[in-house]
């Protein structure tokens, strides 16, 4: 993402990673360590402006203003859930926004970040599958997230950092924009920006089997799979997805994922919907395909949206799920539903996307009845 400044065109530093900020760097005529120095100003103390950038030298300093921009998706709406939950809805460009959401707990607080504008795989259940797709995010587009909610946020906290995880399971198949979640993720863990460790960050993804394995030689945090159902019938239904990669390959790739990491395990994410994939049958199927998976099951109740077909499982229905699973020796949690009421939940991030698909808003059938 560049800006035009007077006719000129300036370089967008959220853009770039440390590497490239060197490069930068370097066609400036300045050492390498400069970028360390700026990065520093941009992430841990969130200055956008170069004069105020007093480490570096007024000459340089006068440069960057010349050459180059600071520049985060803007702010459109700022929510706040009766919870705490709170969800920005970003402007990314002419036509499109994303959606952004901040979960504070007693001990964390999770920043939920979009990787594109819409989704393309066409989750049944998912709100933002119904909205279609435009295209994927920048890094600076990604990065600016956390780099916005952040000043926002430490602006009225004294000490440290008020966000101490970052999830990748917004808006969008973050494996899909791969090259510049990556690139954005780096920046998460780079000590001079964020300084987040692998296990504090997470990435959330539908099944891209390939791109698992190469998440796990370029740069292996934690890892969420969206799985949904314990059978390719279901699956297929629920997770258009699963007829390129079924259940075996994916599960495969997940094992080759976690190997060797010590206490490695496979966050498989597991919405609950009435009447579809929430019976003891499940249950136990779902309990057979994980055996012998480093695993850990996460059950989320359905959370509604507009034009949905499918409803929430019951809380008796949900709890006799988890009995099952945690029986035969899965770790087991049900999700709490967060945020809601100001549809910030899990599956429900709309935003505003500009579908180049055509198919938003189609209705889909529900898929009672399936294996």
């Given at each position: 993402?560049?800006?035009?400044?007077?006719?000129?065109?300036?370089?967008?530093?959220?853009?770039?990673?440390?590497e490239?900020?060197?490069?930068?760097?370097?066609?400036?005529?300045?050492?390498?360590?400069?970028?360390?120095?700026?990065?520093q100003?941009?992430?841990?103390?969130?200055?956008?402006?170069f004069?105020?950038?007093?480490?570096?030298?007024?000459?340089?300093?006068s440069?960057?203003?010349?050459a180059?921009?600071i520049?985060?998706?803007?702010?459109?709406?700022?929510?706040?859930?009766?919870?705490?939950?709170?969800?920005?809805?970003?402007?990314?460009?002419g036509?499109?926004?994303?959606?952004?959401?901040?979960?504070?707990?007693?001990?964390?607080?999770?920043?939920?970040?979009?990787?594109?504008v819409?989704?393309?795989?066409?989750c049944?259940?998912?709100?933002?599958?119904?909205?279609?797709?435009?295209?994927?995010?920048?890094?600076?587009?990604?990065?600016?997230?956390?780099?916005?909610?952040?000043?926002?946020?430490?602006?009225?906290?004294?000490?440290?950092?008020?966000?101490?995880?970052?999830?990748?399971?917004?808006?969008?198949?973050?494996?899909?924009?791969f090259?510049?979640?990556?690139?954005?993720?780096?920046?998460l863990?780079?000590d001079?920006?964020?300084?987040?460790?692998?296990?504090?960050?997470?990435?959330?993804?539908?099944?891209?089997?390939?791109?698992?394995?190469?998440?796990?030689?370029?740069?292996?945090?934690?890892?969420?799979?969206?799985?949904?159902?314990?059978?390719?019938?279901?699956?297929?239904?629920?997770?258009?997805?699963?007829r390129?990669y079924?259940?075996r390959?994916?599960?495969?790739?997940?094992?080759?994922?976690?190997?060797?990491?010590?206490?490695?395990?496979?966050t498989?994410?597991?919405?609950?919907?009435?009447?579809?994939?929430?019976?003891?049958?499940?249950?136990?199927?779902?309990a057979?395909?994980?055996?012998?998976?480093?695993?850990?099951?996460?059950?989320?109740?359905?959370?509604?949206?507009?034009?949905?077909l499918?409803?929430?499982?019951?809380?008796?229905?949900?709890?006799?799920?988890?009995?099952?699973?945690?029986?035969?020796?899965?770790?087991?949690?049900?999700?709490?539903?967060?945020?809601?009421?100001?549809?910030a939940?899990?599956?429900?991030?709309?935003?505003?996307?500009?579908?180049?698909?055509?198919?938003?808003?189609?209705?889909?059938?529900?898929?009672?009845?399936a294996?």
């Amino acid at each position: 993402m560049e800006s035009t400044r007077e006719g000129t065109r300036s370089v967008n530093l959220l853009n770039l990673d440390r590497e490239a900020l060197q490069a930068f760097f370097a066609d400036l005529g300045e050492k390498p360590f400069r970028a360390g120095q700026l990065m520093q100003w941009m992430y841990r103390h969130g200055v956008d402006d170069f004069a105020a950038m007093t480490t570096l030298g007024k000459s340089l300093r006068s440069r960057l203003q010349q050459a180059a921009v600071i520049e985060a998706p803007r702010v459109l709406k700022d929510e706040v859930g009766a919870d705490g939950t709170r969800k920005w809805l970003l402007q990314i460009d002419g036509v499109n926004a994303v959606e952004m959401v901040f979960i504070p707990e007693e001990d964390r607080g999770t920043l939920c970040v979009s990787s594109q504008v819409g989704c393309g795989l066409n989750c049944s259940f998912c709100a933002t599958g119904m909205e279609g797709f435009n295209r994927n995010l920048g890094v600076a587009e990604i990065i600016g997230q956390l780099w916005r909610a952040s000043r926002i946020l430490n602006s009225t906290h004294a000490g440290d950092s008020v966000i101490t995880n970052v999830v990748m399971m917004g808006m969008g198949e973050p494996l899909l924009n791969f090259n510049n979640v990556v690139s954005a993720t780096r920046l998460l863990m780079d000590d001079h920006a964020y300084g987040l460790s692998k296990r504090r960050i997470t990435l959330s993804t539908a099944g891209l089997v390939p791109l698992i394995d190469r998440l796990r030689e370029t740069c292996q945090v934690s890892l969420a799979v969206s799985l949904h159902a314990p059978n390719d019938a279901l699956r297929d239904v629920l997770v258009p997805l699963n007829r390129k990669y079924p259940i075996r390959e994916l599960l495969a790739a997940c094992r080759r994922y976690v190997a060797g990491a010590p206490r490695g395990k496979v966050t498989f994410e597991y919405v609950m919907l009435e009447g579809v994939n929430d019976e003891p049958r499940h249950a136990q199927q779902l309990a057979r395909l994980l055996a012998g998976v480093p695993a850990k099951v996460n059950l989320i109740p359905f959370n509604p949206f507009p034009g949905t077909l499918y409803r929430r499982s019951s809380p008796r229905i949900i709890d006799r799920f988890r009995e099952i699973l945690l029986r035969s020796g899965l770790i087991t949690v049900t999700r709490r539903p967060r945020g809601d009421d100001i549809a910030a939940a899990c599956g429900q991030l709309a935003g505003r996307v500009q579908d180049r698909t055509r198919r938003a808003g189609r209705q889909r059938p529900l898929a009672v009845g399936a294996p």
